[in-house]
């Protein structure tokens, strides 16, 4: 069964620094996605990594990919209080016969003034 | 907003009741996915189907049903509803390649199941 485990859970981050989400799982996938969701609201996708040492990158947050290390992170720089919200990787589990996705818990992260 | 659209918002009904949950993929999209979000456990995956055939099945109750029309649009029917099926039920939807699966998400079916 497949295993996607984001760690940590929770987050409180002063304005201007930086940190890092991990995200493991326990399959030979090299299909990896982030999401965002705000409080009440549907599922934002962010960032789509498809190989192995893909990194992507958009704004203050930049998304790599290590397929060997089955580990995704996600890297916030300089954190502004727009980026607060609950943040998902998930993992294609079909390997191309489904589609379906498993989630992690989600990282909730609270950046302060 | 992502292009898929799901109805209705909000549904609050009673033990034992039946609802139906619908979803319109974005256009273009031929595979749509169910899944469940609760506080205690999380984004679960329901059912998938592909351009009308169901195609894969995760954690899905005996008492929930779903099907995929010609149209494309697909409906999650939830029966003998119980407390704890209160949840948040989106709908997503990707053009699903071997390669690739990004899935873009509905604003979800807040189910209150008193």
């Known amino acids: 069964e497949l295993k996607v485990e984001q760690n940590p859970l929770f987050l409180s981050m002063q304005e201007g620094k930086n940190y890092t989400i991990y995200c493991n799982y326990s399959?030979?996938?090299?299909?990896l996605y982030w999401y965002r969701q705000d409080p009440g609201k549907s599922l934002e996708s962010l960032f789509v990594?498809?190989?192995?040492?893909a990194v992507k990158q958009e704004g203050r947050l930049m998304a790599s990919l290590d397929t060997k290390a089955r580990l995704s992170t996600l890297h916030i720089t300089a954190a502004v209080h727009d980026l607060s919200a609950t943040y998902f990787c998930a993992v294609d589990e079909g390997g191309g016969s489904q589609g379906n996705l498993i989630f992690g818990k989600g990282t909730k992260l609270s950046v302060k003034p | 907003d992502s292009g898929v659209t799901q109805t209705p918002k909000h549904l609050i009904t009673a033990t034992g009741q039946r609802v139906t949950l619908r979803c319109s993929p974005r256009?273009?999209?031929?595979?749509v996915y169910w899944y469940q979000q609760s506080l205690d456990q999380g984004l679960q995956f329901l059912i998938q189907?592909?351009?009308?055939?169901?195609?894969a099945k995760g954690n899905i109750l005996e008492r929930f049903s779903a099907q995929q029309f010609p149209d494309l649009h697909s409906e999650l029917n939830l029966s003998s509803l119980e407390l704890g099926d209160s949840a948040l039920y989106f709908c997503?939807?990707?053009?699903?390649?071997?390669?690739?699966?990004?899935?873009?998400f509905g604003p979800g079916t807040r189910l209150t199941v008193l």
């Open positions: 189907y592909y351009n009308g055939e169901e195609r």
């Open positions: 256009s273009g999209d031929l595979s």
């Open positions: 997503a939807s990707s053009v699903w390649s071997s390669s690739y699966n990004e899935q873009f």
């Open positions: 399959t030979t996938s090299d299909r």
């Open positions: 990594l498809l190989s192995n040492g």
